[in-house]
């Protein structure tokens, strides 16, 4: 499947910790979504992302996810 984005949302991914890789299904290493609400906020299980900058801890088991990239993955390609 080929994944296309346009630059603007790449650029505010920028701090991506594992170099896209979310990107290219050989090596695609991402967080597993848990719920989409109003199609802004991702909350996605929380155990391999803590490190991420663009994760921030709700609960003890959840995360909400800010990054642009993982967002349109799940929005548009259903990733």
Do not use: W
Not at 5 to 18: G, T, W
Not at 30 to 46: A, M, N
């Amino acid at each position: 499947m080929e994944i296309d984005f346009n630059a603007e949302i790449l650029e505010r991914s920028n701090a991506c910790i594992k170099h896209f890789s979310c990107l290219q299904d050989e090596t695609r290493d991402i967080c597993e979504i848990e719920r989409l609400v109003l199609d802004r906020t991702l909350f996605v299980r929380s155990a391999n992302n803590l490190l991420c900058p663009y994760c921030t801890s709700f609960g003890h088991s959840y995360a909400i996810c800010n990054c642009y990239v993982r967002k349109e993955l799940y929005i548009r390609y259903g990733i």
